[in-house]
């Protein structure tokens, strides 16, 4: 890859008024609404978003990205903790950050 002055960087956040201590409070049908919106984010809106742009290179530094891929994807895996300490992990939650490790080696 190569750098040059054509080049330019686009920083976009979904930003969600209730802070991640609030939402454990909220009822559950709100919980769920956040959920669906957020995979709808994810999953939908920044995939057409990064091809209507022609973006080259995609970072997502949260361990998470989607699934269709319209760039080359670079993904931030923080910590191992799931792979080194697996009995402090719920399964399923093991599974998911197994996918986007699996993933982000594609």
């Given at each position: ?14 930003d969600f008024p209730l802070h991640r201590k609030q939402k454990g409070r909220l009822p559950l049908?709100?919980r769920l609404l956040y959920a669906v919106f957020r995979m709808i984010w994810e999953q939908i ?62």
């Amino acid at each position: 890859m190569e750098i040059s002055l054509d080049n330019s960087t686009l920083i976009f956040l979904l930003d969600f008024p209730l802070h991640r201590k609030q939402k454990g409070r909220l009822p559950l049908i709100l919980r769920l609404l956040y959920a669906v919106f957020r995979m709808i984010w994810e999953q939908i809106c920044v995939p057409i978003y990064l091809w209507t742009e022609g973006v080259d290179v995609f970072h997502s530094p949260a361990f998470v990205c989607h699934i269709l891929k319209t760039s080359r994807i670079a993904i931030t895996i923080h910590d191992m903790a799931s792979f080194l300490f697996p009995e402090k992990f719920l399964s399923l939650y093991r599974w998911y950050l197994r996918l986007w490790f699996l993933y982000a080696r594609a």
